[in-house]
């Protein structure tokens, strides 16, 4: 008995150390792999930190470079042109790309202007700034002395020049400085060595810089300090300036995927051991799927590490590794790379009508018809929002390129079915095409960026390759902007005609509708589409719609009209001030709120916003009607016009041509008079330039009409005389 009990305790005590043993062995490999596989995901995290703040350094020089390299730059701060400097090198770039200080030194290192996050400030913030700005100012001066020696125009011999660093401000705030020349871009303006301005645009290495790197690279609680944390559980990253001193510490808590999942399992491990011979092999068919399951972890980390998560394609960062393998299989094989830019050309107002779950998913269906395109050496990536990338390695000449140019377009022309709709979205692209092996990624995305740019300002829904005739174009809207800027400040050129509105029976004038004209002191008579989408593409056109308001209010109040109609773009509405700066204009100018009419678009209506809703709401308190323009090319259900309170429908001229030749037409045509009369809606019919349409829709009951027949929009002195005569003119053809 002794002996049995004898051999097994022996044997207990050796199956005890055999467990033992094995779990010790089992146990120091699990936290071996589990520490191997932390680190290397702290390794990943650091570099991505590093890499967040590399990038943010070298996006600031490209983003002062947008405006410092350009003729009208260095004219217009030799001449002190304070709006021009605020509008395009100061108070903008602070404004437009997030800089949180921007100066402006002159030719002898002084300070001529200070922006503080996005406001002019006294020169005097500089003096604080001085010793920490100074050695880079410096740096940049002699190399472009040195550049320049003997040369009488120092444009070329300094133009792409800068300097960047790591710095600790005045008030002791690190940040990113970048130190660039103001230079011209053409032969038209020539720059002495020694009189060149310089711009300066400072990033504060504060939250918001620390919140873009995180939620990019998805690194949890990133925070920037001056010392580096004592917290065990944390890593810092110094960041050191060009001289290898430290200025501060990322610090973040890593994430740590395998030791995590250890103590979450650590209660099943402990249950199995509890088991014993069974709980052993519990234990390792547990470890066996923990294994796997760390590596589905990590194989997810990885992924979507460079992939978009919504769409599943590459991401940036994935997308820009490789078009840089692209550019140098064509170094190494003399062939030709193809970048296409694709931007959808009506996901915002798909978003806005039908929500972001829908957006999603028109996002989702765009990138599985790009794949359908390409070929599986190609790489389709998400680079953001609802703009696409597609790398065509080797095509065989430019017209291949440019062919899947055109067939993402005839793609994307085909509509989507979203939340139980067919939906047009279409899609503009821009190509860019390379065999020069001398040529960056950033000269080739510039290319194709530009490109794209230029295929949405001609239309959209179309493809443009890039040439350098593209340059040139921008620099001409750029111009052109400029100039408009200058109109609405004063300059000459801009004015507002008048098209009468007549009653339908008796032919006297209702109204009338004002429409802006642009006589530019250069090109002449300029088309509205063009300078109004202008307007609306670069943040004028509130300025441009309050001037028009104003004129044609103050005109309507020394005239016998009856009352007048202005056009406001939905994106006036955005302002929650819009109603309020209209009655500003009825104060000042006298007009009765009876007396204006606003006109505005269906798109307007299907954005469903409780700010427009509001605006609208207050205006027709006021006493002011509200137009649906173009009525019948857009979306427009009853439910929408009496939500937001409609006077009066305006009939597309789309539908007016086609009265007498169309009968499906007649029938809409008379069924929107039918809906206004049964909405107590005045509806005016646009277009009739036919003694037919006029007689037509007179006899169906519409009670406005406006059109070539009856009179061209005219200056004010004309339309004085035709209230003088009180009735339509006489019919007349359109020239």
């Not at 190399?143 to 008030?171: F, K, P």
């Not at 994935?318 to 692209?326: I, T, V, W």
């Not at 104060?587 to 204006?596: F, I, M, Q, V, Y």
């Not at 009496?642 to 009968?663: E, N, W």
């Amino acid at each position: 008995m002794r002996s049995t009990t004898s051999l097994s305790r022996q044997i207990s005590y050796l199956s005890f150390a055999l467990a033992a043993t094995l779990v010790a062995i089992i146990g120091s490999f699990s936290w071996w792999a589990a520490s191997t596989i932390d680190e290397r995901s702290m390794a990943r995290q650091a570099s991505a930190v590093q890499r967040g703040l590399t990038e943010a350094l070298e996006r600031i020089p490209v983003e002062q470079d947008s405006s410092v390299a350009w003729d009208d730059a260095v004219l217009n701060l030799r001449a002190g042109n304070e709006f021009w400097i605020a509008d395009n090198l100061a108070e903008w770039m602070s404004d437009y790309f997030g800089h949180n200080r921007v100066y402006i030194l002159d030719p002898n290192n002084a300070p001529v202007r200070s922006v503080s996050e996005s406001v002019r400030v006294d020169n005097r913030l500089y003096s604080f700034d001085t010793h920490a700005l100074d050695p880079l100012v410096h740096d940049l001066r002699a190399q472009m002395a040195s550049r320049s020696t003997g040369l009488e125009d120092s444009t070329s011999a300094i133009s792409g020049l800068g300097v960047e660093d790591m710095v600790v401000l005045g008030d002791g705030q690190p940040a990113i400085a970048s130190v660039r020349p103001v230079v011209p871009t053409s032969d038209a303006v020539s720059q002495a060595p020694g009189t060149e301005y310089l711009h300066i645009s400072i990033r504060l290495i504060d939250t918001r810089l620390t919140a873009e790197i995180s939620e990019r690279y998805e690194i949890s609680g990133l925070t920037f300090d001056k010392s580096a944390a004592a917290d065990n559980g944390t890593m810092s990253l110094p960041v050191m300036n060009s001289d290898n001193r430290i200025i501060g510490f990322f610090t973040w808590t890593p994430s740590k995927p395998a030791q995590d999942l250890i103590w979450r399992t650590l209660p099943l491990m402990i249950a199995g051991l509890l088991l014993g011979g069974s709980g052993v092999v519990y234990v390792l068919r547990r470890l066996q799927r923990t294994s796997i399951q760390l590596e589905d972890t990590q194989a997810q980390a990885s992924f979507l590490a460079f992939h978009d998560p919504m769409t599943r394609l590459p991401n940036r960062a994935l997308f820009e590794d490789r078009l840089e393998q692209a550019l140098a299989n064509m170094r190494d094989g003399a062939s030709l790379v193809a970048l296409h830019y694709v931007d959808l050309d009506r996901f915002k107002q798909i978003n806005d009508a039908f929500g972001h779950a829908t957006g999603d998913e028109l996002l989702r269906q765009s990138a599985a018809r790009l794949k359908a395109l390409v070929s599986e050496v190609d790489t389709v990536a998400r680079l953001g929002g609802d703009e696409f990338a597609v790398i065509q390695f080797h095509p065989a000449d430019t017209a291949e390129a440019l062919t899947l140019s055109q067939r993402i377009v005839d793609a994307f022309a085909q509509p989507f079915e979203l939340s139980g709709h067919l939906s047009n979205v279409g899609a503009s692209v821009g190509v860019a095409v390379v065999s020069d092996a001398a040529l960056s990624m950033g000269d080739l995305m510039v290319q194709a960026d530009t490109a794209l740019y230029e295929a949405k300002n001609s239309g959209r829904g179309r493809y443009q390759a890039y040439d350098g005739e593209l340059n040139a174009v921008i620099r001409d809207r750029r111009a052109l902007e400029s100039d408009l800027r200058e109109a609405l400040n004063g300059t000459p050129g801009l004015q507002l005609v008048y098209q009468p509105i007549f009653m339908a029976q008796s032919g006297k004038v209702a109204g009338a509708e004002a429409l802006v004209r642009w006589a530019h002191p250069t090109r002449g008579r300029m088309n509205p589409a063009t300078f109004i989408g202008l307007a609306e593409e670069r943040g004028l056109i509130d300025q441009l719609g309050l001037w028009v308001m104003r004129e044609a209010c103050d005109y309507a109040a020394s005239s016998d009209l009856p009352w007048v109609a202005v056009n406001a773009s939905p994106l006036q509405f955005r302002d929650e001030r819009f109603a309020d700066r209209v009655f500003e204009i009825l104060d000042s100018t006298g007009l009765a709120a009876k007396r204006l009419e606003i006109e505005i678009t269906e798109g307007l209506l299907l954005q469903n916003s409780p700010l427009t809703q509001s605006t609208l709401t207050r205006l027709r308190a006021r006493g002011i009607r509200v137009a649906l323009d173009d009525f019948g090319t857009g979306y427009s259900s009853i439910s929408y016009l009496r939500t937001h309170g409609i006077d009066k429908l305006k009939i597309d001229q789309s539908y007016t041509a086609q009265l007498g030749v169309d009968q499906e037409i007649d029938s809409i045509v008379r069924s929107i008079v039918d809906l206004g009369r049964a909405m107590h809606m005045v509806v005016t019919a646009e277009g009739v330039e036919t003694e037919e349409q006029r007689s037509f829709l007179g006899d169906i009951g519409c009670q406005q009409l406006q059109g070539y027949l009856l009179s061209r929009p005219v200056e004010p002195g004309r339309l004085a005389e035709i209230l003088a005569g009180t009735s339509a003119p006489k019919a007349r053809k359109r020239a």
